[in-house]
């Protein structure tokens, strides 16, 4: 899917959505020069801005395949999200983290289980499973060093708290 507009229409429609907001606070806001945010909402300068080019990028990769434009223009949407200013914002934790970038579900683990049990993975899909491995494994690993000095501690901390009762 192409982009179907240009990108004086795109800079326009996006700059009058700005109502009320000054370029000023949005560059003061985000860190960059008051100039740069004026280019981006130009529709007269000649030069396309980023926020044309994420858009041609993002039509793009509806265009080769939909299924993963969707998949990216959610994980885009789901970036500006939880980078929204929030008074009471509970980041999601890692294992929301690994469970979203790796769309799993309850089942996952038992159907690459299955999978692999009845050799249907081909060399390929074990390969792209690795990383997600590894980062389990990491994220196992530092769970148990974790755990296992809390527990160590409360351990201690008990037996030499009985100790000092006893003693």
């Given at each position: 899917m192409s982009l179907i507009f240009t990108h004086e229409e795109v800079e326009e429609t996006l700059a009058n959505a700005l109502q009320g907001v000054t370029r000023k606070k949005i560059a003061v806001a985000c860190q960059l020069s008051e100039s740069y945010i004026k280019r981006q909402f130009n529709s007269n300068d000649e030069q396309m801005s980023c926020l044309f080019r994420a858009l041609q990028i993002i039509c793009g990769i509806y265009g080769v395949?939909?299924?993963?434009?969707?998949?990216?223009?959610?994980?885009?949407?789901?970036?500006?999200?939880?980078?929204?200013?929030?008074?009471?914002?509970?980041?999601?934790?890692?294992?929301?983290?690994?469970?979203?970038?790796?769309?799993?579900?309850?089942?996952?683990?038992?159907?690459?289980?299955?999978?692999?049990?009845?050799?249907?993975?081909?060399?390929r899909e074990v390969k792209?499973?690795?990383?997600?491995?590894?980062?389990?494994?990491?994220?196992?690993?530092a769970f148990d060093d974790t755990f296992n000095a809390e527990l160590k501690e409360e351990i201690e901390g008990d037996f030499f708290a009985g100790m000092n009762r006893h003693g």
């Open positions: 395949n939909e299924e993963t434009g969707e998949r990216f223009f959610t994980a885009f949407k789901g970036l500006v999200e939880m980078s929204k200013p929030r008074a009471n914002y509970d980041p999601p934790s890692v294992f929301d983290v690994l469970i979203e970038k790796h769309h799993l579900d309850g089942n996952f683990s038992a159907e690459i289980m299955e999978a692999l049990k009845d050799g249907k993975l081909n060399r792209s499973l690795m990383p997600f491995i590894a980062s389990l494994r990491a994220v196992c690993e």
